[in-house]
């Protein structure tokens, strides 16, 4: 089993739609979580961090279940701007991160 | 620019023939981190430095593979008798703090063996 495992791609959805994706990660005692943005050829980006309580910011919504070891990212109102790669990232204690395989997300006018 | 740099961008080699490539982190940041991404994938994490001390290596690593931080600065990735299979974009990223901290990656370094 992969340590990090995201929902496989792609999502075609048209603006305006509202998109959620999932993550799963294998190790329970994993501490920091985060979503990151990967644009075609380039570097990835940090999107937002993941809280235990989530978090907001703007259009984009992110929580965290531990006891069931995923995390989320909601996207509401997508933009033409918000087509990307989307990587999940688990640090699983020590100094190691872990990116999933990312969920490419095309946003169609 | 006083972003994550890395040199070079691209780098075309022959099978068995050793690269080294660069990475310039952020002044502040004492945190350091090289992954290798391959198409289709997610950064897949090779080793971290905390100033110039490896203190973690993947497994995935192969002894052809070494890095090294110096002076806690800049850091080098070097990759001998080099494979088809070693053929990526090679990622550094910095940080500054602990690992729930943002990491700041630069444009990558991609290598293709032929």
């Known amino acids: 089993r992969k340590e990090v495992e995201q929902d496989p791609g792609p999502f075609n959805v048209p603006e305006g739609a509202t998109v959620a994706f999932n993550c799963t990660y294998s190790n329970s005692a994993s501490q920091s979580f985060f979503w990151y943005r990967q644009d075609c050829r380039k570097e990835p980006k940090l999107l937002m961090s993941v809280y235990s309580s989530g978090n907001e910011d703007g259009r984009f919504t992110a929580q965290l279940n531990r006891a069931s070891q995923y995390i989320s990212l909601l996207i509401r109102d997508s933009k033409l701007s918000d087509s990307a790669t989307y990587l999940c990232?688990?640090?699983?204690?020590?100094?190691?991160?872990?990116f999933g395989a990312g969920t490419r997300l095309f946003v169609k006018a | 620019d006083t972003g994550v740099s890395q040199n070079p961008r691209h780098k075309i080699t022959k099978r068995g023939q050793n690269v080294t490539f660069r990475c310039d982190p952020i002044s502040e940041h004492n945190r350091l981190y090289w992954y290798r991404q391959t198409l289709g994938q997610g950064p897949e994490f090779l080793t971290y430095?905390?100033?110039?001390?490896?203190?973690?290596k993947s497994r995935l690593l192969s002894d052809r593979f070494s890095a090294e931080r110096p002076k806690g600065s800049f850091s080098t990735l070097e990759i001998q008798r080099t494979e088809q299979g070693d053929s990526a974009m090679y990622l550094c990223a910095s940080t500054r703090g602990g690992a729930e901290n943002e990491q700041f990656f630069g444009p990558g370094t991609r290598l293709t063996v032929l």
């Open positions: 990232v688990v640090t699983p204690g020590g100094f190691k991160t872990i």
């Open positions: 430095f905390q100033n110039e001390a490896q203190l973690e």
